[in-house]
């Protein structure tokens, strides 16, 4: 760990890095979402091929926005597996 990596995570020993998705509220709204399956996605406004490749989405009652895990969680993941990491070893120093 390099002296910036180090001084990024002072002081955030007791912080847990969760490296899954939690599609609770709406970052449009703050209404508490639902679990809605692709057929009921594909009927409000998702394209075909993302409801063919999703099981599950989230969904927004208020302001009906919706989410599912994309190809772009890939990335987070791998990011927030190396904060995990970079953590722990700042912990344990």
């Known amino acids: 760990m390099n002296a910036e990596e180090a001084h990024a995570v002072h002081g955030w020993e007791d912080v847990t890095v969760h490296t899954e998705p939690a599609?609770?509220?709406c970052t449009k709204c703050c209404a508490k979402l639902m679990t809605v399956k692709p057929a009921f996605a594909l009927?409000?406004?998702v394209e075909n091929g993302i409801a063919s490749r999703h099981r599950s989405f989230s969904y927004c009652n208020h302001c009906k926005k919706q989410y599912w895990e994309g190809t772009h969680w890939d990335s987070i993941r791998k990011r927030l597996k190396?904060?995990?990491r970079i953590a722990a070893k700042s912990s344990a120093l």
């Open 82 to 84: 190396v904060v995990s």
């Open 43 to 45: 009927r409000h406004g």
């Open 23 to 25: 599609h609770v509220f």
